[in-house]
């Protein structure tokens, strides 16, 4: 099947969709693949945390493309602009970016994404892995949701999926033309971090700005500080987001 220029080969159950990725990724591949599964065995979030995926609740998704850089945190700015955009088109509900790899509504979330990056002959190359909850009633963790409990609407993944791809196609064109800061001003308004007091690893900190290269600039005792994606988990002072 292909959609929007991608590649797509449906799995029934898989490990994760990003380690079949990035097993493709090594053996060679072209073009744009995108690898979907109904379910995961073992999909997982940053830092090896667990990533719930149950049958036929949501998108779990990968794309394997090539990038004009070895940015895989670039990739989730694209990536998660590009939902967030295609979710508030499809079923009108407010979604925001929480910083940097989360998709939020109602303070809770409902995507989730991780990129991961290598390098072979032919440049780099980036695994690009989203989970995005669509059904209500298949998850039980406190600070998740689904697009159906959100917004009443259950949207198969045949529907989102043109409009994200067609979006996350335009998107990565004005990446490579123009780099990051096109993206991150255009991700700023639909941000769920900026402006607010968050825990950036236990600190309390004011979120202030997130910069040119996608880093989160936080404000702490009348001080600036720059946090990098990767290095920490951002809550809200009362919940989540
Ligand atoms: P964070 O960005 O919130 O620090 P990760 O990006 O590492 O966390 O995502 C992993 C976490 O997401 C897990 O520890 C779990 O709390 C949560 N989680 C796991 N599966 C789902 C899901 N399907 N929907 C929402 N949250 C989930």
Redesign the pocket.
């Given at each position: 099947m292909r959609i929007a220029g991608w590649d797509v080969i449906v799995f029934d159950e898989i490990d994760s969709t990003n380690a079949e990725a990035k097993r493709r990724a090594r053996a060679g591949f072209a073009g744009n693949v995108l690898l979907i599964a109904e379910t995961q065995t073992a999909?997982?979030?940053?830092?090896d945390?667990?990533?719930?995926?149950?049958r036929g609740?949501?998108l779990w998704m990968t794309q394997l493309f090539r990038a004009p850089n070895r940015s895989p945190e670039g990739a989730v700015f694209v990536s998660a602009l590009a939902l967030v955009r295609a979710l508030r088109v499809e079923t009108g509900g407010d979604f925001l970016i929480?910083w940097?790899?989360?998709i939020v509504i109602n303070g809770?979330?409902?995507?989730?994404?991780?990129a991961e990056c290598g390098f072979d002959a032919d440049g780099a190359w980036i695994a690009l892995g989203s989970?995005l909850?669509l059904r209500a009633g298949a998850?039980e963790?406190p600070?998740?949701?689904s697009v159906e409990q959100a917004t009443g609407r259950l949207i198969a993944r045949d529907e989102i999926l043109p409009a994200y791809l067609t979006e996350f196609n335009t998107l990565r064109g004005a990446w490579a033309a123009d780099g990051l800061a096109t993206i991150i001003e255009q991700l700023r308004p639909l941000s769920a971090t900026l402006g607010c007091e968050v825990l950036v690893s236990g600190e309390r900190a004011q979120a202030v700005d997130i910069d040119i290269d996608g880093a989160l600039i936080i404000m702490k005792d009348n001080r600036q500080r720059r946090v990098v994606a990767g290095d920490v988990?951002?809550?809200g002072l009362a919940g989540?987001v």
């Open positions: 999909g997982r979030g940053r830092m945390r667990k990533w719930e995926s149950p609740a949501g929480k940097p790899n989360d809770k979330k409902v995507c989730g994404m991780l989970g909850n998850l963790l600070h998740a949701i988990s951002v809550r989540y």
